[in-house]
């Protein structure tokens, strides 16, 4: 079972590059989510959508989009990079009311 | 706005001791999760707690609610180093969302 699965793993970014983070989910969930994670803080909401056709603010938005391209794929940009979205990037799916299941994380540097 | 506290954030203890995590929130909320989290690894989860009393129990670990108290705990009990990771605990807000706890690391030394 693939789960959720999240490219690249590993990326590194110069200042002002844009890039494309990809996740698809073989569960059939409608919920999807865009987190990140830095040290020693709990995961932040990015953007989450709750069904195929809909994307929503999270806690930490800004520096970001996101496409819901199917019920499946849900993508996260970077339109122009800053040192400050250093982190480790999770993609995660769930059906309403139950847990979410994690894709394996995108660590993310940007010089 | 829903804000979620864990402690302790950094456990270090023995094997064969008993623990607990607290998780405590601010508003009310209808959902409680417990993930764990391997060394640069992805989160799994552990157990969704839904009502108020709801216990729930995987091996040496069980996990309760008290929503009148807005307090979750995670037990550990008689631990090996196998449970060596970091907990977080996440709670549902009113939308779709999940407000996580900042995790505790814990470490049980041989």
């Known amino acids: 079972n693939a789960g959720v699965t999240q490219t690249p793993k590993f990326q590194v970014l110069k200042t002002g590059q844009s890039m494309t983070l990809q996740c698809a989910q073989d569960m059939n969930h409608n919920s999807m989510y865009w987190y990140r994670q830095d040290p020693g803080m709990g995961l932040r909401l990015i953007y989450y959508?709750?069904?195929?056709?809909?994307?929503d603010k999270g806690e930490v938005p800004n520096g970001y989009n996101v496409s819901r391209l199917n019920k499946r794929e849900f993508s996260l940009r970077l339109e122009s990079a800053a040192p400050s979205q250093t982190s480790v990037y999770f993609c995660a799916s769930s059906q309403q009311g139950t847990s979410a299941f994690f894709g394996q994380g995108t660590r993310l540097t940007v010089v | 706005e829903l804000k979620v506290e864990q402690n302790p954030l950094f456990l270090s203890m023995q094997e064969g001791k008993n623990y607990t995590i607290y998780c405590n929130y601010s508003t009310t909320s209808d959902r409680l999760y417990w993930y764990r989290q391997d060394p640069g690894k992805s989160l799994e989860s552990l157990f969704v707690l839904l009502s108020n009393g709801a216990v729930k129990q995987e091996g040496r670990l069980m996990a309760s609610l008290d929503t009148k108290a807005r307090l979750s705990t995670l037990h550990i009990t008689a631990a090996v180093h196998d449970l060596s990771a970091t907990y977080f605990c996440a709670v549902g807000s009113s939308n779709y969302q999940l407000i996580w706890g900042a995790g505790t690391k814990l470490i049980i030394k041989p």
């Open positions: 959508s709750a069904s195929e056709g809909t994307t």
